[in-house]
């Protein structure tokens, strides 16, 4: 059967009141930034003029400004301009249901409903029933998307030209610089960006697929490139691990790193958390991890640089993500 391709889309991402919700979803928490400060001074006339550029062809997506966190491991995040966020979330605003059509159910990361606390919950069923495990990561993923692949499974499921056009020009604004890249083979997404995070997903969704409709695990669960495939024994696990190996480098160009093989009763390691057959406990680095980041936020008050209200909200976050 055919695969039925979106069209009209371009039309809806221009529309004012489209634009104008993603000005205030740009908005979140960003509030105190000097991007939305300079917006919101004539924000109304400044939306208008934006939808006008989209229609005749001529917005112009800026560069990123880039920096370095450790949460745990080093990440470069890439921080779109203010201006730059509203077209991206008007982009999301509608293409999100149009992606989400593609997911299979056992994808978590960056979906209405799902997130680590339901990956992690499914994981546990799967690990009550399956006793083997493989546990795969993609090397370096977000730098490690090919843009042609990209742009190849976007043309599968959109036919708007206008709509591709403005994908493909956001996907164009960034480059890994990594191996593969250059002429006719530029990689990478950057960390960071609204619109990243679903061109990640939407990549890794045929290898879902794939798992799913031809290698048949006992289990199997996505968190972005972090997957887990259950097993009945060892071997097939392997089998699993190494028919994976060869579509990713086949299929979608990206390597894998070493898998991790284990029995389920022994624990998954998976998201932070060790999952075994009979419960959820935190990872040893995951309560140092939080344990550093509370001393932080305490600093961060006794300092005055951050309210005790903003530090309440921000502690509750910290602890309900690591809850199951």
């Given at each position: 059967?055919?695969?039925?391709?979106?069209g009209?889309?371009?039309g809806?991402?221009a529309?004012?009141?489209?634009l104008?919700?993603?000005?205030?979803?740009?908005?979140?928490?960003?509030?105190?930034?000097?991007?939305?400060?300079?917006?919101?001074r004539?924000?109304?006339?400044k939306?208008?003029?934006?939808?006008?550029?989209?229609?005749?062809?001529?917005?112009?997506?800026?560069?990123?400004?880039?920096?370095?966190?450790?949460?745990?491991k080093?990440?470069?995040?890439?921080?779109?301009?203010?201006?730059?966020?509203?077209?991206?979330?008007?982009?999301?605003?509608v293409?999100?249901?149009?992606f989400?059509?593609?997911?299979v159910?056992?994808?978590?990361?960056?979906?209405?409903?799902?997130?680590?606390?339901?990956?992690?919950?499914?994981?546990?069923?799967?690990?009550?029933?399956?006793?083997?495990?493989?546990?795969?990561?993609?090397?370096?993923?977000?730098?490690?998307?090919?843009?042609?692949e990209?742009?190849?499974?976007?043309?599968?499921?959109?036919?708007?030209?206008?709509?591709?056009?403005?994908?493909?020009?956001v996907?164009?604004?960034?480059s890994?610089?990594?191996?593969?890249s250059?002429l006719?083979?530029?990689?990478?997404?950057?960390?960071?960006?609204?619109?990243?995070?679903?061109?990640?997903?939407l990549?890794l969704?045929?290898?879902?697929?794939?798992?799913l409709?031809?290698?048949?695990?006992?289990?199997?669960?996505?968190?972005?490139d972090?997957?887990?495939l259950?097993?009945d024994s060892?071997?097939?696990?392997r089998?699993?691990?190494e028919a994976?190996?060869s579509?990713?480098?086949?299929?979608?160009?990206?390597?894998?790193?070493?898998?991790v093989?284990?029995?389920c009763?022994?624990?998954?390691?998976?998201?932070?958390w060790?999952?075994?057959?009979?419960?959820?406990?935190?990872?040893a680095?995951?309560r140092?991890?939080?344990r550093?980041?509370?001393?932080?936020?305490?600093?961060?008050?006794?300092?005055g640089?951050?309210?005790?209200?903003?530090?309440?909200?921000?502690?509750?976050?910290?602890f309900?993500?690591?809850?199951?």
């Amino acid at each position: 059967m055919a695969m039925r391709r979106e069209g009209g889309l371009f039309g809806r991402i221009a529309d004012i009141d489209n634009l104008h919700r993603a000005y205030y979803k740009a908005s979140r928490r960003k509030r105190l930034s000097a991007g939305y400060l300079l917006f919101r001074r004539d924000a109304g006339r400044k939306l208008v003029a934006l939808r006008q550029e989209l229609l005749d062809g001529t917005c112009r997506l800026d560069s990123y400004r880039q920096f370095t966190i450790s949460d745990p491991k080093i990440r470069v995040i890439s921080a779109a301009p203010f201006r730059d966020r509203i077209v991206h979330h008007a982009i999301m605003n509608v293409l999100e249901p149009v992606f989400e059509r593609q997911f299979v159910f056992h994808t978590y990361a960056c979906r209405t409903g799902k997130g680590p606390h339901a990956a992690a919950r499914y994981a546990f069923r799967c690990a009550r029933r399956s006793p083997w495990f493989v546990k795969l990561d993609v090397r370096k993923f977000f730098d490690s998307v090919d843009h042609l692949e990209l742009k190849r499974q976007l043309c599968r499921i959109i036919k708007d030209g206008r709509c591709l056009g403005l994908l493909f020009a956001v996907i164009d604004g960034y480059s890994s610089g990594g191996v593969g890249s250059g002429l006719n083979g530029e990689r990478g997404l950057p960390i960071g960006n609204l619109t990243s995070q679903f061109f990640a997903n939407l990549y890794l969704s045929p290898l879902d697929h794939y798992i799913l409709e031809q290698l048949h695990p006992c289990g199997y669960v996505r968190y972005m490139d972090d997957m887990l495939l259950f097993a009945d024994s060892r071997a097939q696990a392997r089998l699993m691990y190494e028919a994976v190996v060869s579509f990713c480098e086949g299929q979608l160009r990206l390597a894998l790193k070493p898998p991790v093989v284990g029995r389920c009763s022994d624990g998954v390691p998976f998201l932070g958390w060790r999952i075994t057959d009979h419960r959820i406990l935190l990872l040893a680095r995951t309560r140092r991890r939080m344990r550093g980041k509370f001393r932080e936020l305490e600093r961060d008050v006794e300092a005055g640089r951050v309210s005790e209200d903003e530090a309440a909200r921000r502690a509750v976050a910290m602890f309900s993500c690591r809850r199951v």
